[in-house]
């Protein structure tokens, strides 16, 4: 697809997902859920394709990266330690006009004094918007639905709904979902302090202050990384596999975000999937295995089918860098709506083991018997590694994907052969192989249904699919990625061969039905 046809590709790609079941509104029936997304079949098998193939090449391929499945819930000592509770925080204002919250630093900016046209949409909006801000000493002229003469202010923002740059003071608001653990609701120990303190005169601090301490002892957070496990299981990994530095822990799973922007459907929302690892190098060697796993990356997301010209690495300025991190590069997808974040790459430093140990007053530091100690110079030496964290995102590496896939092909001068494809990776594909009988008499389905079987004795995902005209069932495979069809037809109860038929080129051929399964495994295992 041109570059012409990408401004309306993530509405097509958001009316793919749902047609074809990729990807469902959560609670639909209800209204749904604002940033909630469920994946229906096809949309649950590509995600486990996709993550099956990073975990294949990032642990099955490999001698010195191993796996955890860590818990979601952990100790709230950990994310004190880790920094999460003080920095893993957004600055957010709330516009004074549309009432709209925002991430100041993800604002639109203007320069100071720039004018800043107010849109409400509708004019009854306008007249309301001008007679309250008239009421607090701001005077502007309204048109229509616009208002007219503000300027913007010293900090520049103004609120992306409506342009408006009157805005509240800004606050940081944590990210991390925070939970009850246990078998009382403390909601009830809140009322109670809540009215002793009203009695009491108390002001808006100390009453937080009693609230938090009647919260903090049933509080735990939803992880927001799953980084952070890996880090506190540092000592029990290495020690139980007796591993030796360089080595890895990887991770995939679930993980919360409070975001206050949520868009480009299931680009950015409150829960997702992360595949990460966490790489223990020698001090000093961050550089080095930084660039390592750059290469090795951008390799893995080539591997998977994704067009090399719409990958780019971008190096963080300083001011962008993480609290833990001395330097990171991010994977970018160019996504229709420009390039964005895949993964990051980061050089995490000494950070988070130091933070731990500090935090759990546990030693967590590694012996190397061969390695010379520099400060002694004999042989032996206690450090603390570095690490080095490739850290991808599932649901973004599902989203790109599709992106990356989606073509149309316009057929003819009068639409025939028109048709809309999904050029997925076969590795990714939900559906690897469609078996189709062309009738449903004659003997065509018991046959083809024993084919299907053949293939699940293989490992290998095949869809029994008798329903419509055989051009439609094309049509549809062709839409969810199904690399190969196998018709079964009247040829095949004469000679017992089937055609196949290849999505990307609609080419057709002829093979037999005994060599069926190896053709179309040989197939997936040879596309590069």
Not at 235 to 260: D, T
Not at 367 to 380: I, L, Q, S, Y
Request: glycine share 8%; charged share 30%; net charge negative.
């Amino acid at each position: 697809m041109d570059d012409s046809q990408k401004p309306d590709l993530m509405d097509k790609i958001v009316s793919l997902c749902k047609r074809r079941g990729f990807v469902f509104q959560s609670s639909e029936i209800y209204g749904g859920l604002r940033s909630a997304y469920d994946y229906g079949p096809m949309g649950a098998e590509l995600k486990r394709n996709l993550m099956s193939e990073w975990w294949r090449f990032m642990v099955h391929s490999r001698e010195d990266v191993v796996g955890i499945d860590a818990s979601i819930i952990m100790r709230p000592e950990v994310w004190q330690s880790s920094g999460h509770l003080a920095n893993f925080s957004d600055p957010l204002v709330d516009c004074k006009v549309c009432g709209e919250r925002f991430r100041a630093d993800k604002a639109p900016r203007k320069a100071e004094g720039e004018d800043a046209p107010i849109t409400l949409g509708d004019k009854g909006r306008a007249k309301a918007a001008q007679e309250k801000l008239t009421e607090a000493g701001v005077k502007l002229q309204r048109d229509g639905s616009t208002l007219t003469g503000a300027k913007a202010g010293a900090a520049g923002y103004v609120c992306p709904n409506c342009g408006s740059p009157f805005m509240s003071d800004e606050r940081r608001f944590n990210l991390m979902f925070r939970t009850s653990l246990g078998p009382v609701d403390p909601i009830g120990d809140v009322v109670d302090i809540v009215r002793k303190a009203m009695a009491e005169g108390a002001d808006d601090k100390a009453l937080r202050a009693k609230v938090e301490g009647a919260l903090a002892a049933s509080s735990v957070y939803l992880r927001p990384e799953t980084a952070q496990a890996m880090f506190v299981q540092f000592l029990n990994v290495q020690q139980s596999l007796s591993l030796k530095v360089p080595f890895g822990i990887a991770q995939m799973g679930k993980s919360f975000r409070n975001e206050v922007t949520v868009e480009h459907f299931i680009f950015r929302s409150c829960e997702f999937e992360q595949m990460e690892c966490e790489y223990f190098v020698p001090p000093g060697e961050g550089p080095k295995y930084l660039d390592y796993w750059m290469n090795e990356r951008m390799k893995w997301w080539r591997s998977i089918g994704i067009k090399a010209d719409n990958l780019r690495f971008r190096k963080h300025g300083d001011d962008e860098l993480a609290h833990y991190s001395d330097g990171c590069y991010d994977v970018e997808y160019k996504f229709p709506w420009g390039w964005d974040e895949l993964e990051g790459i980061a050089s995490r430093t000494d950070y988070d083991l130091k933070a731990h140990a500090a935090g759990s007053g546990k030693k967590l530091t590694y012996f190397d018997p061969e390695a010379v100690d520099p400060e002694t110079g004999k042989p032996g030496r206690h450090y603390v590694p570095h690490v080095v964290e490739p850290a991808a995102g599932a649901t973004r590496g599902v989203l790109a994907a599709l992106c990356d896939a989606y073509d149309e092909e316009p057929g003819d001068a009068d639409g025939k052969g028109a048709r809309t494809v999904l050029r997925l990776h076969p590795r990714l594909s939900p559906i690897k192989v469609g078996v189709l009988p062309l009738v449903k008499k004659d003997g065509m389905p018991e046959v083809a249904r024993k084919v299907v079987e053949a293939f699940f004795g293989a490992g290998v995902n095949a869809k029994y699919d008798e329903q419509h005209a055989i051009g439609r069932r094309y049509a549809r495979h062709d839409e969810v990625g199904t690399p190969y069809c196998l018709t079964v037809d009247t040829q095949t109860l004469q000679d017992e061969t089937v055609t196949i038929r290849y999505r990307d080129d609609r080419r057709q051929e002829r093979i037999k039905i005994a060599d069926a399964v190896d053709t179309v495994r040989k197939a997936l295992t040879e596309t590069p």
